[in-house]
């Protein structure tokens, strides 16, 4: 018993405070719910008199206006629709006027139809003032956060007009492009009248809540109703908004005061569990739902946007840039020597360099321009509205001269480069597609042009990308039957020592049905950027094993790509071949020009290391053309080099001469075996053999002959003069 009292006490203690804090929660809640409503009707008013002036300026801000309103005489009938009655249907402006420099009416409108300017003077003397001041401070109207900047200046009041409460609006009648001299202060302006009758009220009242809202002169005095003073510009009051006040927390208090005392002394703790798992799981899901939208929007490497942001805000740039005819520039960007980069240092380095280029890119643009990561080391830069193309071409130059800087990382200095595409918007076009159609193609000729530059879009790239686009859908075709629409012809390499044919070079060739015989310089490239290679390699290693089995004795040089020498079957691929055609692996060789070789990735030394375990030897085409480093070269085990015709056609002069020599003597001493391309002279041929070139191939000895012509050539025992006998040829 003696602690019935105090728990019973207790009860009762914890009812009166449950039930004095819902009281007190209830009228605290009604006093939130009125200040929200006087913030509500403070933000509708703002937003009213913004939204007039946002109304006008679809029109006012427009070159064609500017000239309408200043012709003699004026197009009434062009001002009805465009500045007068074509308001109130679009805006629900119930009157217009237009006041020319000397704030004298010339044009009028009233409840949709057209009147005499004489009847302006029911408004002068709210918009008097008004216009007065528009033409002295030229500011810029105060707009709230939710709403867009304005265009141009403006002001804007709440009066009485008529009897009736209204908004008056004005606005100068401004060129939207600059093109238009318009001398500041004498603009032609644009008044709008808005009345704030009870439609207009009951409209804002359902929209924001506010139960029976209405106008009235003076406040509601007695009754439960809540008002709100109309000031205009002065401080004046012009009359009052007037609603029934929503009272949430009486209405509560009421419902749940009854069932609260029967139900609070069994459901408290129960309710207070549940409740606290529901709002702990409440918060994790809307933050995950955050965190999924931001991640949706942003790329989680670098914080940029991504490519679904990208193409959000591209379309918004270039929808503003079809409605106010600005420039919009596209950068495509894409970064040069990257995979050596995460090949070389691995991909945590990789990725810190990702997040460097992407601080180096914001920090070149403004605030307000876009930079997104489109993927991989692939990103995009939206330049709005820049002064012109010297200004894009400024910032191109900046981005690709901050991203040539060494980067930091992890003690290691990395060095990479940006090729940039342009495309300017509307001058290449203004839809999204067509855009980065444009900007994708002049980073293409920016890359093959030497990368670590920026090339802006012009049609004629476009001709090349269709001339591409054929000659990729002419190959495929041709592959479809390569017997019949591709040919081998062989170039003899001839010993200098002796003049014997030791070897011939295969030398791929395109019979095309309307350009006739095609050779591999025009569409080899083609062929590598289609995927294609490794179709056309391995019929051209097939044929020629096939054609070298004729030829005992004599080496077989085949050119083949790096993308073939990273495919993870090339190794075994040559195996094969060479097994079925009964052709040992010491009479093949694999050329590869110098530039791909050293540009190779791992996987291509690696195949070059099986290649030569097999006995397939390597070796390295048009030399001092690429990076010309006899170390790199013994690094990928070559076992021949051959002189660019460039240098040949040289030694007739002293420094060429000499370059030549010495290629051959570091050559030697290296212990690779050296072939000379491109010999057509008989000078030429005597000057290789006497500073030591092992072999020689070109036209002075033979052009690129078909495979049943080698034979015959085979015969004949030595060229003839220092040796040398010509066998005409095509010459391809």
Known sequence: MRFTAPIVVAALCILVLILGMLHWSGREVDRIARERDRAIVSLVLAQSVERVAHAQESSTVWDEAVRQVHKVPLDPRWLDLNLGIWFEDYAGINEVYILDARNNPIYAMRE????????????????????????????????????????????????????????????????????????????????????????????????????????????????????????????????????????????????????????????????????????????????????????????????????????????????????HKSLLALLYIDLDRFKQVNDTLGHPAGDALIRQVARRLFAEVRGYDLVARLGGDE???????????????????????????????????????????????????????????????????????????????????????????????????????????????????????????????????????????????????????????????????????????????????VNVSPIQLRSRKFVETVRQVLLEGGVAPERLELELTETALMAASGDVARSLSELRRLGVACALDDFGTGYSSLSHIRDFAVDRIKIDRSFVNAVSTVPGAALVEAIVSLARANGLRLTAEGVEAEEQYAFLKRVGCHEVQGYLLSRPVPAGQVSALLRVAKPGGTGAAVHPAAPL
Request: proline content about 5%; some cysteine; charged content about 25%.
């Open 379 to 557: 990103f995009a830069i939206l330049i709005g509205e820049p002064e012109d193309r010297v200004a894009v071409e400024r910032i191109c130059a900046r981005i690709v001269a901050e991203l040539e800087r060494p980067f930091d990382l992890s003690g290691s200095q990395a060095f990479i480069g940006a090729s940039i595409g342009v495309a300017i918007a509307p001058a290449h076009g203004v839809d999204r597609t067509e855009l980065t159609r444009k900007a994708d193609i002049a980073l293409y000729k920016a890359k093959n042009e030497g990368r670590s530059r920026f090339c802006f879009f012009t049609p004629d790239m476009d001709v090349d990308v269709r001339s591409r686009e054929e000659s990729y859908r002419d190959l495929r075709v041709a592959l479809a039957d390569c017997d019949r629409h591709l040919q081998v012809h062989y170039q003899p390499i001839y010993a200098v020592e002796d003049g014997r044919m030791v070897g011939v070079e295969a030398l791929l060739r395109w019979q095309h049905p309307e350009q006739g015989l095609v050779g591999p310089a025009d569409f080899i490239r083609s062929a590598e950027e289609s995927g294609l290679i490794e179709v056309v390699g391995d019929w051209v290693l097939r044929r020629a094993i096939r054609d070298a089995r004729a030829w005992p004795g004599v080496r077989i040089a």
């Open 112 to 323: 949709g139809k057209r009147t005499r300017p004489e009847s302006y003077i029911a408004v002068e003397d709210v918009a008097g003032p008004l216009a007065r001041r528009l033409r002295v401070t030229r500011t810029i109207q105060k707009r709230t956060n939710a709403s867009p900047a304005m265009l141009s200046p403006g002001q804007g009041d709440l009066a009485v007009i008529r009897g009736r409460p209204a908004i008056v609006s004005l606005k100068p009648i401004v060129t939207d492009s600059g093109t238009l001299r318009q001398v500041p202060g004498t603009e032609v302006l644009h008044v709008a009248v808005m009345y704030l009758d009870d439609d207009v009220f009951t409209r804002v009242g359902r929209q924001y809540g506010l139960t029976d809202a209405h106008y009235a002169i003076a406040p509601d005095s007695g009754g439960s109703a809540r008002s709100a003073a109309l000031h205009d510009r002065s401080g004046g009051i012009i009359g009052y908004l007037v609603w029934r006040p929503f009272a949430p927390g009486s209405q509560v208090t009421a419902a749940l005061g009854p069932v609260l005392l029967i139900v609070l002394l069994l459901s408290t703790g129960v309710i207070y569990l549940l409740a606290s798992r529901l709002a702990r799981r409440t918060h994790d899901l809307e933050e995950s739902r955050l965190h999924a939208q931001h991640r949706a929007m942003h790329d989680e490497l670098t914080g940029l946007g991504n490519r679904a942001m990208f193409e959000a805000r591209l379309d918004e740039a270039l929808s503003r840039s079809r409605r």
